[in-house]
Each structure stands twice: as C-alpha cells, then as structure tokens.
C-alpha cells in the first residue's frame, strides 16, 4: 500500500473524527490534537488546523471565535451540511471512535 494512500486515509478519518466530535460539542485544536493523541495519532498543528479550516471552507464547520484568559481561541462546531454528512457517516459504523486503524502495513 503506497504512503500517499495511507496518508488520505488517514487524513480522512481524521476528518470524520472532528465531524463527530464537532458534532457533541464546539472543539479547539488544541484539545483536539490531545484528543487524536489519546487515539495514537500525533499530528502536527500545521497538518490539524488546514483540515479543519477545509472543513469550514466547504460548510461543514462554522468556527466562533471567543477571548480565553487573554487569548484569542476558535472553537468550530457542526452546520447542517456537516451533520448530514456525520449521518452518512453512522450508515457505516455506529462509532467512529471504535474504528480501528493500522499504522503499520
């Protein structure tokens, strides 16, 4: 399996965890890279935060902005195009946080 594989896939589970969190509650990505790190994946911030501002840009996202002890933090949450899309989603598992991935092939 070539790494670019690999890596879209890994990319897109990625995606469709933050749709189902997203979908619980507002993130950040500081709490949602210790979220994927609690998984076993250690992203980068510059690989996180394109993904979710791809996400916003295409309207499955919306992000809010709010002043947390002096700093600026976005928190993004689910629109309606995102959680029809987390719909599809759960036609295939019942729990994304139960999907099992492989990081050695």
Do not use: C
């Amino acid at each position: 399996m070539s790494n670019e594989l690999i890596h879209n896939f890994l990319l897109g589970f990625i995606k469709l965890h933050i749709l189902y969190h997203a979908q619980k509650e507002p993130i950040f990505g500081q709490e949602f890279k210790k979220e994927l790190k609690r998984h076993g994946y250690d992203i980068s911030f510059g690989t996180l935060y394109p993904i979710f501002h791809k996400l916003e840009n295409k309207g499955y996202l919306k992000s809010k902005q709010e002043n947390v002890n002096g700093k600026i933090r976005k928190y993004y949450s689910i629109t309606k195009k995102g959680e029809r899309l987390g719909d599809k989603w759960k036609m295939y598992t019942d729990n994304p946080d139960k999907l099992v991935l492989f990081d050695k092939f």
